[in-house]
């Protein structure tokens, strides 16, 4: 029932962008802050960015910020993910949260930055 279906990664040089999209649905979207997390390989999975239900209260890790823009479109149940300037060290598993009163996860997505 529940669905968080990801989509925008893939191999990309430095310095270039990639743009993620989460499409949500089976659960009233709106009602949730919804996140973007990722994990590296030897690397435990991170808080990337997150957004508050309506869209206006946004965080990053200081690792992002000023490169990666988090968004929500609650018209489209979709939350996207903006990132520019990619570095090596950015390649992870990206994945799409939702987060209370449940907690739903989205299966990742391969972002790979390399040159």
């Known amino acids: 029932q529940v669905q968080l279906v990801e989509s925008g990664g893939g191999l990309v040089q430095p310095g270039e962008s990639l743009t993620l999209s989460c499409a949500a649905s089976?659960?009233?979207?709106?009602?949730?802050?919804m996140s973007w997390y990722r994990q590296a390989p030897g690397k435990e999975r991170e808080l990337v960015a997150r957004?508050?239900?309506?869209?206006?209260?946004?965080n990053y890790a200081d690792s992002v910020k000023g490169r990666f823009t988090i968004s929500r479109d609650n018209a489209k149940n979709t939350v996207y993910l903006q990132m520019n300037s990619l570095k090596p060290e950015d390649t992870a598993v990206y994945y799409c949260n939702a987060f209370f009163p449940r907690v739903y996860w989205g299966q990742g997505t391969q972002v790979t930055v390399s040159s």
């Open positions: 957004i508050g239900k309506i869209g206006v209260t946004t």
């Open positions: 089976g659960f009233t979207f709106s009602t949730y802050v």
